[in-house]
């Protein structure tokens, strides 16, 4: 019952600007954690960025800190990435996942949801 559909993707020059959303549906996501991940092409599934859905507390990979931003509408139901100042090396699947209780912010096994990908591919 639980559902997670991403979309935002697409196709932007370095340097652009992305948001992806992710709808949540299927019970209320009140002190969940969610979390953004990318597989990007050839490799692992990576940690990108999470908040806590009722406090808002953000985490983020090294790799994405000043340039992506992670948010949510409580009122929606949905989260966002705000991909700003894109890099090529920023190409990948991009996930959303939910987690009803947090292990470890940037592992994926934490997360027990997941939504199919949406494709972000930054040309140079």
């Known amino acids: 019952q639980v559902q997670l559909v991403e979309s935002g993707g697409g196709l932007v020059q370095a340097g652009g600007s992305l948001r992806l959303s992710c709808a949540a549906s299927?019970?209320?996501?009140?002190?969940?954690?969610m979390g953004w991940f990318r597989r990007p092409p050839g490799k692992e599934r990576e940690f990108v960025a999470a908040?806590?859905?009722?406090?808002?507390?953000?985490y983020y990979a090294d790799s994405v800190k000043g340039r992506f931003t992670i948010s949510r509408d409580n009122a929606k139901n949905t989260v966002y990435l705000q991909m700003n100042s894109l890099k090529p090396e920023d190409t990948a699947v991009y996930y959303c996942?939910?987690?009803?209780?947090?292990?470890?912010?940037?592992?994926?096994?934490?997360?027990?949801?997941w939504g199919q990908g949406t494709q972000v591919t930054v040309s140079s």
């Open positions: 908040i806590s859905w009722s406090v808002g507390n953000t």
């Open positions: 299927g019970r209320t996501f009140s002190g969940y954690v």
């Open positions: 996942a939910a987690a009803p209780y947090i292990s470890s912010w940037s592992r994926d096994y934490a997360y027990d949801y």
